[in-house]
T-cell receptor
Framework: RKEVEQDPGPFNVPEGATVAFNCTYS??????FFWYRQDCRKEPKLLMS???SGNEDGRFTAQLNRASQYISLLIRDSKLSDSATYLC????????????FGTGTRLTVIP | DVKVTQSSRYLVKRTGEKVFLECVQD?????MFWYRQDPGLGLRLIYF???????EKGDIPEGYSVSREKKERFSLILESASTNQTSMYLC?????????FGPGTRLTVT
């Protein structure tokens, strides 16, 4: 079983739509959680960390459900510039330096 | 501004050649990583290093080795390139929270 699993999509949504991605992780001892964004032919970049209490950054909301071992990302009022692949990322344990990446969910926002 | 650079964006090598991929970071990070990224498989960790001359195997170290002689530089070595090593190779360095990636090297082995 993979450490991190995501629906690969693609998700094709119109501008202004709200879209949500989910991600599940297998190691219940996982400590840190992130969403990274990767544009086509570019490197991944940190979008936001995911905290137990949930966190919001503008149009983006990330949530963690430890009991069910899943992480979500909600994008409201989608923009064309949101088109990218979104990677769910998990750190296996406290202090660990290595990350486990999901395969990514591809989002295309359509005019 | 944070910067991770990789020696080549595109590289074509022949089967059996020895290949060196270089990565340099200017953020004085202790941790550095090499990944490969393939469609449908995502990013997979090859090796990482948490200090000069220190290295740890990742998930797929077979066929690769690494070198870290200076803090800012982390090299990935393919001792004898094979066609199944055709991939996008990404280097990263990190703080405790965030990994910063280089632009990637697309390696084709023919």
């Amino acid at each position: 079983r993979k450490e991190v699993e995501q629906d690969p999509g693609p998700f094709n949504v119109p501008e202004g739509a709200t879209v949500a991605f989910n991600c599940t992780y297998s190691n219940s001892a996982s400590q840190s959680f992130f969403w990274y964004r990767q544009d086509c032919r570019k490197e991944p970049k940190l979008l936001m960390s995911v905290y137990s209490s949930g966190n919001e950054d503008g149009r983006f909301t990330a949530q963690l459900n430890r009991a069910s071992q899943y992480i979500s990302l909600l994008i409201r009022d989608s923009k064309l510039s949101d088109s990218a692949t979104y990677l769910c990322v998990v750190t296996p344990q406290t202090g660990a330096n290595n990350l486990f990446f999901g395969t990514g969910t591809r989002l295309t926002v359509i005019p | 501004d944070v910067k991770v650079t990789q020696s080549s964006r595109y590289l074509v090598k022949r089967t059996g050649e020895k290949v060196f991929l270089e990565c340099v970071q200017d953020m004085d990070h202790e941790n550095m990583f090499w990944y490969r990224q393939d469609p449908g498989l995502g990013l997979r960790l090859i090796y990482f290093s948490y200090d000069v001359k220190m290295k740890e195997k990742g998930d797929i170290p077979e066929g690769y080795s690494v070198s870290r002689e200076k803090k800012e530089r982390f090299s990935l070595i393919l001792e004898s390139a094979s066609t199944n090593q055709t991939s996008m190779y990404l280097c990263a360095s990190s703080t405790q929270v965030e990994q910063y990636f280089g632009p990637g090297t697309r390696l084709t082995v023919t």
